[in-house]
């Protein structure tokens, strides 16, 4: 089966661009979506179709999908962008919605 | 605004049985793909079941095929997860998803319920 994989954690300070990183077998073939999620709450879509964003999401937060690795950069980063964050594809061989195993990101 | 009311979970044994379902308004629900996706404490998004717009097509994860069946009724703007022979790693918080588009490949899950928890007691 498919797998995707993520840092477990991801460290910024505020203000900076913190990347978080999304890596399988030829992601860039595939469409890649991400997911915030804070303590207590459903998750959100921040991303969608590798890149492009939601209404109500802000520019900062933007992705590229290449080769082997799909990106989630958020720049200048708050406090409140302070979560969990999931990559996810469609794998066609399984026919499986995929989904990484997060990243946590910590603003200092 | 788009709406998603999880309801159906709770403590139930091994083994056991539960329906969860989950009730849609705020859009054209025939013209989506729907999914149910968990989370076990601690741990991270599973993706679970998937259901065209139609009905006509299903999609399960490996750990829950043969035991669950999703299915929905667009007259009553509902999908539904039966669950059967409930084990104690199906423990988790169940979350309905909308898909962007009428069939699951093609979909990202734009709105997410608030979630349901189930609880299977060994």
């Known amino acids: 089966s498919y797998v995707l994989t993520q840092p477990p954690s991801v460290s910024v300070a505020p203000g900076k661009t913190a990347s978080i990183t999304c890596e399988g077998n030829n992601i860039g073939r595939k469409s890649v979506h991400w997911y915030q999620q804070k303590p207590g709450q459903a998750p959100v879509l921040v991303i969608y179709l590798d890149s492009d964003r939601p209404s109500g999401i802000p520019e900062r937060f933007s992705g590229s999908n290449s080769g082997n690795t799909a990106t989630l950069t958020i720049s200048r980063v708050e406090a409140g962008d302070e979560a969990d964050y999931y990559c996810q594809v469609w794998d066609v061989n399984s026919d499986h919605v995929v989904f990484g195993g997060g990243t946590k990101l910590a603003v200092l | 605004e788009v709406q998603l009311v999880e309801s159906g979970g709770g403590l139930v044994q091994s083994g056991g049985s539960l329906r969860l379902s989950c009730a849609a308004s705020g859009f054209r629900f025939s013209n989506y793909a729907m999914s149910w996706v968990r989370q076990a404490p601690g741990k991270g998004l599973e993706w679970v079941s998937g259901i065209s717009g139609s009905g006509s097509s299903t999609h399960y994860a490996d750990s829950v095929k043969g035991r669950f069946t999703i299915s929905r009724d667009n007259f009553k703007n509902t999908f539904y997860l039966q669950m059967n022979t409930l084990r104690a790693d199906d423990t988790a918080v169940y979350y309905c998803?909308?898909?962007?588009?009428?069939?699951?490949?093609?979909?990202?899950?734009?709105?997410w319920g608030q979630g349901t928890l189930v609880t299977v007691s060994s």
């Open positions: 998803t909308k898909g962007s588009d009428v069939v699951l490949p093609a979909a990202q899950f734009d709105y």
